[in-house]
T-cell receptor, first 113, second 116 residues
Framework: KNQVEQSPQSLIILEGKNCTLQ??????????LRWYKQDTGRGPVSLTI?????NTKSNGRYTATLDADTKQSSLHITASQLSDSASYIC????????????FGSGTRLSIRP | EAQVTQNPRYLITVTGKKLTVTCSQN?????MSWYRQDPGLGLRQIYY???????DKGDVPEGYKVSRKEKRNFPLILESPSPNQTSLYLC???????????????FGPGTRLTVL
């Protein structure tokens, strides 16, 4: 069964600190993996997309990594800011179907001043 | 501004009272989709549409209906809402051609529905 699991479920860190969120998936055949950020009361917004051949991709203070062999991805946030408080959702697409997208349940990140 | 809009943003209703949540996009996207988001479960797809007059069931379609008469609109209909349909509903759209699975989904702001 295609699944996407994220850890931790929630995380609290102090402003300015770094953190890493994890995503493990069993989706096969794999097409791509996206990280979304969802602010409270808003819809998710894409941060990065990674394909099979990509190991790392950055978007400002966000850096995503992908290990297609172990089927793991991480999202690293550097020098966190209060505005980083949000849910971060890992989403994996199945290559065999354009419409099949599997969502993780998300990590709720809270940044404390 | 390119966007997906949903109405209403918040709705409290009672069991059995039919309701419609509207979704509209101004990006000329072929693909549109409805999800519900519940704590600990992530987003689950209700219905999706690959183009006008083409709709398909997602993972949790029971109790919902959709229609796609125009490219920009994709309303979600709850004929007889029940308390287990209390959730956050998210509409999304994306280009469907080419390399469809690589195309980003753009989400609306969500509709928070409470069924008493």
């Amino acid at each position: 069964k295609n699944q996407v699991e994220q850890s931790p479920q929630s995380l609290i860190i102090l402003e300015g600190k770094n953190c890493t969120l994890q995503c493990n998936y069993t989706v096969s055949p794999f097409s791509n993996l996206r990280w979304y950020k969802q602010d409270t009361g808003r819809g998710p917004v894409s941060l990065t997309i990674m394909t099979f051949s990509e190991n790392t991709k950055s978007n400002g203070r966000y850096t995503a990594t992908l290990d297609a062999d172990t089927k793991q991805s991480s999202l690293h946030i550097t020098a966190s800011q209060l505005s980083d408080s949000a849910s971060y959702i890992c989403v994996v697409s199945d290559y065999s179907s354009a419409s099949k997208i599997i969502f993780g349940s998300g990590t709720r990140l809270s940044i404390r001043p | 501004e390119a966007q997906v809009t949903q109405n209403p943003r918040y709705l409290i209703t009672v069991t059995g009272k039919k309701l419609t949540v509207t979704c509209s996009q101004n990006m000329n996207h072929e693909y549109m989709s409805w999800y519900r988001q519940d704590p600990g479960l992530g987003l689950r797809q209700i219905y999706y549409s690959m183009n006008v007059e083409v709709t398909d069931k997602g993972d949790v379609p029971e109790g919902y209906k959709v229609s796609r008469k125009e490219k920009r609109n994709f309303p979600l209909i709850l004929e007889s809402p029940s308390p287990n349909q209390t959730s956050l509903y998210l509409c999304a759209s994306k280009n469907d051609r080419p390399m469809s699975s690589y195309n980003e989904q753009f989400f609306g702001p969500g509709t928070r529905l409470t069924v008493l």
